[in-house]
């Protein structure tokens, strides 16, 4: 299993700490894990779901007319 940091979640989706941290709250953006007293990390195979879950609904969009 590979844990993103922050900076890696940020690039992998462009969406902003603040903005990753809303959607997190709000239960739609999968939950940091606490790795230290100063560290978080996300788990990539969580991550890259929530992008193709991103990508399936979009082409699921696109093949109604």
Do not use: C
Request: proline fraction near 5%; glycine fraction near 4%.
């Amino acid at each position: 299993m590979r844990m993103l940091s922050k900076r890696q979640v940020k690039e992998l989706v462009l969406y902003s700490p603040q903005h990753i941290a809303r959607l997190e709250a709000a239960g739609k953006f999968p939950k940091r894990v606490q790795l230290g007293s100063n560290r978080v990390g996300w788990v990539e195979e969580e991550v890259l779901d929530w992008l193709r879950a991103r990508i399936d609904a979009r082409d699921a969009s696109q093949d109604t007319p």
